[in-house]
Structure formats: structure tokens, C-alpha cells
């Protein structure tokens, strides 16, 4: 017996639409959860107070400028040594095999598990270079975690600047340089500040490699030698251990509203740039 | 600017790319001169295919856990591919493109979120759910292949929208025009145009399901064993580093390495199956 | 615009640098035990009160850690709770500055209350598989156990002799992770410090013995390990004056205080 291909049609938008619904539902509860059990406990006094008897009450402001300190040093190291390598890699170079080998070689590393980053910065940074735990270390490593993935956006970015732009420019008598700062770099620019916003929303959300390499104090950084907790560490250590579940929720919310604003910005800066140039 | 030159600054684009490029080299020798002469060493074949991890009598087989991060891998794309496919689906084909519009970057959204919620949400709604439900002491396989699976839809839904769109109007409307439903255009055209992103895009997503740890340490239970049920407690390559490596000392820490390595080989198959994959679907075009 | 940001955070970042360096803290890490570590917390705390020059930071980790990070340097002191220290720490100086008892302990809502320490061995080993086996309800028991470095396991282990964990055993990297673990599945069953033990959990009482501070200071419950800091070669400095404070009356008080036990 032939169905007749309406009915497997109508059947197949209520399974497909099925699927989407139940997707965003997942995303809601997620949401919903912490959201619903950690706003209430954020407040000023959560936001700026220091943490007492282990996190079990106070604040979590020091986590806070933990989460703040940490990708801050990794940006500052990575972002000007991926674009300017991706750069130089487009501009300066021609496409030989060693770009390729190089191109292969960033995309892999883009694609490893932080954890191993993690055992290289814990050895290498913490333990070999007598870092110890510290913001430092934690920096490094988080720098060299995003920085594939900074060179690979940068470079997709650059790609996609049309050639008649370069070209245009080269015949107006501009140098290489001259092209990159004032054709190229502002072109390519909104792809660029995607890729470090994804860079940024990655690294405030990383666990594994932080606690590694910066430790988990809890007490306020006074420089860049001290040991300092994130929040997405203060939460795996609050929820773990069952310290407290109130400002595992609290701080969890925070983190999520954190990351989901600067998602938000950098996709609200993508479409600004978008809509600019058309 | 005109002090430094053209030439100047060629240079110094140079060595910024150089350092860039050792910095990163760094790291991949320095993993590669820990791991690779342990495992030459104690046996590739001990190494991968023995079942004792029992660092402290000086035995390193990690099957166990090589077992737990396939079957784990497995078991997220069986939750998160045909999901993902099927939103992927709907959001380019039936919904309104506004709608589309709105929602891709919601869903993107949920790849923001980290890890360790994901396996909080697992361990206290989950887990309890496999416990009572289904029995076993719900940190398990199935507890780690679902939040993974969830974890992953993003990726998959984000990517294979994309590979979806590029697929020409033309083809649609020449289906449509043959008199064929959506439906009937979407499994014999669309999917088939499409197929090498879709393909790409869950094996990036199982890419991040291979890496994730702290969410499988979180859900998966970390016992050294190999798992004959769904239900049974596992620990994956990653969860392993992650429990070990702080107190880990000559050849254990060595072996930890040589995990490493381990994921490094299966995480540059991933990919370059996806890069292929990828390249094929730019070639057609 | 980008350059505006990128410049104002090196001077951030440098200003933060220099900072550092002009320090005249000293800066003393602490890194082992899971067990010791909130009363580490605790007790550099008050110490930090009163002695404004010294900046102490507690790391986790495990005893194995602890003993690990004294002979790397990367802490000046490591905790460790184990009943016999390992080579590795034979090169260190080894301090004992509390007692610490370990408690076997299931949720509440579990009926058993009581076990012997063969039973005990043969759960963990896996030969008894069924809370019925010893007296509970009729469902499958689940093994929660600590990771290798643990000092807690390492002692649990060598104490109650004889136990191989079955391969089916949850494996959690903390004291509180256990704690929490077995707070949440109803036929759990782990270890954990007894200094850590909340109303979440039971502890139950081996051979007849309850697990409480007298029966442990009495010498009646059996499963007892000391606490170790760590350090190399003789504590110079501060590190001597924290350690010194740790096993003065005031020191002791505040660890009787939390539930742990003095050394004395």
C-alpha cells in the first residue's frame, strides 16, 4: 500500500519541527535551570564580596577578577601574534607547501582536547619553568590554546577580502603594509573579532586547563605570580563538593550571563560591520 | 611608520609568524618527545590493547579507556547527528527564513555554554533519572553520551545549516517542479547535495565529544572499566589525564603523554575525514 | 580602536606585573590532601589575621600532589594523609600536625547502620555485591572510591588490608565529590575524612566502634591516619613560623574545633 507523499510529507514537518522544538527546549531548560535557582542569589553584595568559609557564604568577587585577569592575558599574548602571522602567512607568502603544512598543522591543533593543553601548561609552565600556580601560567596556557584558532579565523577572514580590493590598492601604489593596515586588516576585521570573542567566550568557560595551571585560590590576585580561581572553577568546586549549592547556582548564572553577553556582542558587532560595508 | 620601512616591516611580520609557529611547534614536540619514547618503550601493543592501568605496579594499558571515549563517541553522535540533522533540516527547509534567522544563533548560543554546567545539569537531573528509571548507579556511559550528544548539537545543527543553504535554488525548484513534495525534495536532492558538510559537520562535532573532559569526569563515573552495559561507570582517554596528571611522576606521567598522543592521532583522523569531506562539497560547486 | 584596547591592557597587565615584584610578602603555597585542605584553608586564614606579611594559597590535588609539589617546589609545604609516607617522600621533612580518622559512610536513607571490617573488604573488592548480604535492602550496592593519589585511599587501602577495588567502582577526585556522591544515590557506599562527615551522609561503625573523635582519640576505631606537612630539607623562615603556629595550642584548637584531631 503507497502512502501518498502529502501525508509523508506532513509526517515528516511534525517529526522535523518535533526535533526543533524538543532542541530548544533542551536549550531553555538548560538555561531556565541555573538561571532560575542562581539569579536570585546574585546580588552587589554576591557580585563584590569576598568568599567566607571556603565560598560556603560571601561573594565571589575574586573569581570574578580571576575570570576577568586569565583571558585577559591570553588575549593580549594571542591576538596580535595570530593576526599578524595569518597576515604575514597570506600576504607575504606565496602558497607553497610549507603554508599548507603549516595550515594543516594550526587546524589540528585547534582541534585539541584543552586537557592536554592543560598537561603540557602544568608541566611545562607550572612545574619545568617553576611558574607555580598563578595567573601566569594560566595566561600561557590559555594563549596557546587559542592561538590556532585565532591564526585559522584570521586567516579565513583575510581570504575573503576580495582580490580586486588588494589589487585596486597595489595600483594606486601602495605597499604590502600599507594595503594590510588600510585595506586588508579593516575588511577582514569583522571575521577577526568574531574568532577572539569565540576565543574569549572559550576561555572563560575553560575548567580543565585553568585549574591546572592557575590553581584555585580564592583569595583576591595582588599579581600576576598569584594563584587565582575562575568562576567556571569556583562552580565545579562549589557544585562538587557541595559546598554550597545556593552560590554554585549563583555564580554559575553569573558565568552564563557573562559568556551569553559577550556571544551576544560579538555577534551584535558582527552585523554592525556587515551592514556597514553594504 | 615611514622609520621602520616596508622591509622592516616585512621582518617583523616575520617574526611574529615565526615565533607564532615555534610556540606552537613547541607544544607538539614537546607532548610528542614525552609520549612517543614511552611508548616505544612499553609496547604499542601492551600500551593500547591491555586492559590493567595500574600505574603503581608500572602497568599502562589503556583499552579501557580507549573503549569508554569510542563507545562515549559513539553514543553522543547517535543522540546528537540525527537530532542535529533533523533541526538542521527543519530550520532551512520549512521555517520561515527570519525565524531561522533568530534561532541559529540562539542555538549557536549553547556552545557557549561550559562544559562544567553541562555535566552539573547531567550529575543532578540525569543521572538521578538513569538511576531511577533504568537502574545502575547512573554516572554511566549513557548518563556521558547524552550530555555529550546535547553538547554537540550546536556544531552539528550550525554547520549543516550552512552546508544546507549552499545547496543551489535551482535544485529545489526543479524538484518542486517535477512535482515532488518538500519532503520528497529534501531526501532525494537537498540531503544528497549536502551530504559531505553534513558529514563534516558531525564529525567536528564528534571532534569536541573525543576532547571533552570535565563534563565526562562529571557524568561518566571514572572507573577503569570496560563497559558491558549502557549503564556501566566509564572513564574516557581525557577523564584519565585529567584525574592522574597532578601527581603523576616518571613513567606514569610519561604514559599520560603517550594518552595524549593517543587523542592527537584520532582527533588529525577526525579532522582530516572532515576536511576531505568539506572540500569535496567546495568542489562540486 | 583595537589598538587603544590592546595598549591600555599590556599597561594593566605590566602595572599588575610590577606590582607583583615590589612585594614584601612572603608567599608560601600549600598543596596534597583533599582532607586537610578546607583546615589549611582555615587555619592561614587566622594566621594571615595576625601576621600581615605572609600570603598563604591552599591547592588541592591529593596527598600524592602534596609529597609531588614539596620535591618540585612548585609548594613549599605539602599535606599528605597517609599512614606510611612513600620513597618519593623520604627526601622531605615530614611534620604530623593532626589525626584524622576515615569513616566508611553510606546515605541516610540506607537501613544498614553497621558493618565489620571484612565486610567492609569484601565490598570494596567486590564479593559482596547486594546490600541484603549484610543486613539491608535487596539492591545492588555501588562502590564509590577515590583516584590513585589519594592519600585517603591509599590509607583506607593499607588499613583495612586485603582490598583489590572491583573495576566497577566510581571513581571521585575529592573528599567532598564522595561526599556528595554518596549524599545522592541511596545505595552508594565510599569513604571519606571523617572531619568532612555533614549530615548528608551516615558513617557507619566498624567492628562495633562508632566513628567519633573519642573512639578515634581512644584508639578504639581503627582506620586512623595522621596528617603530614611536607617540606624540604628544614623549614626555613616563615614556612617554619606558619608550621610552628599549626602545632601551637591556638593552632590545635582551631583543628579540634573543625572536627579534626589534634596531634597531641
Known amino acids: 500500500m503507497r502512502i501518498h507523499p502529502r501525508h509523508i510529507q506532513k509526517v515528516a514537518v511534525v517529526m522535523l519541527g518535533g526535533a526543533a522544538l524538543f532542541t530548544l527546549l533542551i536549550l531553555i531548560f538548560i538555561i531556565g535551570f541555573i538561571l532560575e535557582k542562581g539569579l536570585p542569589v546574585i546580588s552587589l553584595r554576591f557580585l563584590t564580596g569576598k568568599p567566607e568559609d571556603l565560598g560556603r557564604s560571601g561573594g565571589i568577587f575574586p573569581t570574578i577578577i580571576g575570570t576577568i585577569l586569565l583571558p585577559l592575558l591570553a588575549i593580549i599574548i594571542a591576538t596580535p601574534l595570530g593576526i599578524f602571522t595569518s597576515v604575514y602567512l597570506s600576504e607575504y607568502t606565496k602558497e607553497t607547501k610549507l603554508t599548507k603544512v603549516i595550515r594543516f598543522g594550526t587546524d589540528c591543533l585547534a582541534g585539541i582536547p584543552s586537557i592536554i593543553f592543560g598537561l603540557f601548561g602544568y608541566i611545562f609552565f607550572v612545574v619545568t619553568l617553576g611558574l607555580g600556580w598563578s595567573i601566569l601560567s594560566g595566561g600561557l596556557t590559555l594563549a596557546v590554546m587559542i592561538l590556532p584558532t585565532i591564526i585559522r579565523t584570521s586567516e579565513e577572514a583575510i581570504r575573503s577580502v576580495p582580490k580586486s580590493y588588494r589589487e585596486v590598492s597595489f595600483s594606486l601604489g601602495a605597499t604590502s603594509w600599507q594595503t594590510v593596515k588600510r585595506v586588508i586588516l579593516p575588511n577582514a576585521l569583522p571575521g577577526i573579532v568574531t574568532g577572539v570573542m569565540l576565543s574569549i567566550g572559550r576561555s572563560i568557560g575553560e575548567t580543565a586547563a585553568v585549574i591546572f595551571t592557575a590553581g584555585s585560590s580564592l583569595r583576591l590576585p595582588e599579581s600576576i605570580l598569584d594563584s587565582t580561581r575562575t568562576m567556571a572553577v569556583h562552580f565545579y568546586i562549589l557544585a562538587r563538593e557541595g559546598i554550597s549549592q545556593e552560590n554554585a547556582y549563583g555564580t554559575a548564572a553569573t558565568l552564563i550571563i557573562a559568556v551569553l553577553f559577550i556571544n551576544l556582542s560579538a555577534y551584535w558587532m558582527m552585523s554592525r560591520f556587515i551592514a556597514k560595508r553594504s | ?285 | 580602536m583595537l589598538k587603544k584596547i590592546i595598549v591600555l591592557s599590556s599597561i594593566f597587565t605590566i602595572g599588575l606585573l610590577i606590582a607583583g615584584c615590589g612585594k614584601g610578602k612572603t608567599a608560601i603555597t600549600m598543596a596534597g590532601s583533599t582532607a586537610f585542605q578546607p583546615f589549611a584553608e582555615k587555619l592561614a586564614e587566622q594566621y594571615m589575621s595576625t601576621h600581615n606579611n605572609v600570603s598563604i594559597t591552599v591547592q588541592g590535588g591529593g596527598s600524592a600532589v602534596g609529597i609531588q609539589s614539596a620535591n618540585s617546589g612548585a609548594a613549599q609545604i605539602g599535606m599528605a594523609d597517609l599512614v606510611i609516607l612513600p620513597d618519593e617522600a623520604k627526601a622531605l621533612t615530614s611534620v604530623a600536625v593532626a589525626k584524622d580518622g576515615i569513616a566508611v559512610v553510606v546515605n541516610p536513607k540506607n537501613s544498614v547502620m553497621s558493618l565489620t571490617t571484612d565486610q567492609v573488604r569484601d565490598i570494596f573488592n567486590g564479593r559482596i555485591t547486594n546490600w541484603k548480604e549484610v543486613g539491608g535492602t535487596d539492591a545492588a550496592i555501588t562502590v564509590v572510591s577515590r583516584e590513585a593519589g589519594s592519600g585517603t585511599r591509599s590509607s583506607f587501602e593499607q588499613i583495612v588490608k586485603g582490598i583489590v577495588l572491583k573495576k566497577e567502582a566510581l571513581i571521585q577526585d575529592s573528599n567532598g565529590t564522595i561526599r556528595e556522591t554518596v549524599a545522592n544515590d541511596v545505595n552508594s557506599v565510599g569513604y571519606l575524612s571523617h572531619g568532612l562527615i555533614n549530615e548528608k551522609i551516615t558513617a557507619l561503625s566498624l567492628d562495633g566502634q562508632a566513628c567519633t573523635s573519642e573512639s578515634i582519640i581512644a584508639g578504639d576505631y581503627k582506620i586512623v591516619r595522621p596528617i603530614y606537612l611536607l617540606v624540604k630539607g628544614d623549614a626555613p623562615g616563615e614556612v617554619g613560623n606558619f608550621i610552628d603556629y599549626i602545632l601551637s595550642p591556638e593552632g590545635q584548637q582551631t583543628i579540634k574545633a573543625n572536627h579534626l584531631l589534634p596531634v597531641k
Open chain 2, 1 to 285: 611608520m615611514k622609520l621602520i620601512g616596508e622591509k622592516g616591516v616585512q621582518r617583523a611580520l616575520m617574526f611574529t609568524a615565526f615565533s607564532a609557529i615555534s610556540a606552537l611547534l613547541l607544544i607538539a614536540l614537546f607532548i610528542l618527545s614525552e609520549g612517543l619514547p614511552f611508548i616505544f618503550r612499553y609496547g604499542i601493543k601492551d600500551f593500547l590493547f591491555s586492559n590493567d592501568w595500574v600505574p603503581q605496579q608500572g602497568r599502562f594499558g589503556i583499552f579501557p579507556m580507549i573503549a569508554a571515549s569510542l563507545w562515549v563517541t559513539f553514543g553522543a553522535m547517535v543522540v546528537g547527528a540525527p537530532l542535529g540533522v533533523a533541526v538542521a533540516l527543519f530550520l532551512s527547509e520549512y521555517a520561515p527564513r527570519p525565524v531561522m534567522r533568530v534561532i541559529k544563533p540562539t542555538i549557536e548560543l549553547l556552545a557557549a555554554i561550559p562544559s562544567v554546567v553541562y555535566g552539573f545539569i547531567g550529575v543532578m537531573v540525569l543521572a538521578p533519572l538513569i538511576r531511577e528509571f533504568l537502574g545502575g548507579p547512573g554516572l554511566s556511559l549513557l548518563g556521558g553520551s547524552i550530555i555529550l550528544g546535547i553538547m554537540i548539537l550546536p556544531t552539528v545543527i550550525s554547520i549543516s545549516i550552512d552546508s544546507i543553504l549552499t545547496v543551489p535554488q535551482s535544485y529545489r525548484e526543479g524538484s518542486l517542479a517535477l512535482g515532488a513534495t518538500t519532503w520528497q525534495t529534501i531526501y532525494m536532492v537537498t540531503i544528497k547535495a549536502s551530504k559531505s558538510g553534513i558529514i563534516a559537520s558531525i564529525i567536528l562535532g564528534l571532534g569536541r565529544a573525543v576532547g571533552e573532559t570535565m563534563a565526562v569526569i562529571m557524568v561518566a563515573g571514572n572507573s577503569v572499566n570496560i563497559p558491558h552495559s549502557p549503564l556501566d561507570s566509564v572513564r574516557t582517554l581525557t577523564a584519565n589525564i585529567a584525574l592522574e596528571m597532578s601527581y603523576a611522576t616518571g613513567m606514569h606521567r610519561q604514559a599520560l603523554f603517550a594518552t595524549g598522543v593517543v587523542l592527537l592521532v584520532g582527533i588529525i583522523i577526525l579532522n582530516s575525514i572532515a576536511s576531505v569531506a568539506l572540500r569535496k562539497r567546495m568542489v562540486k560547486k
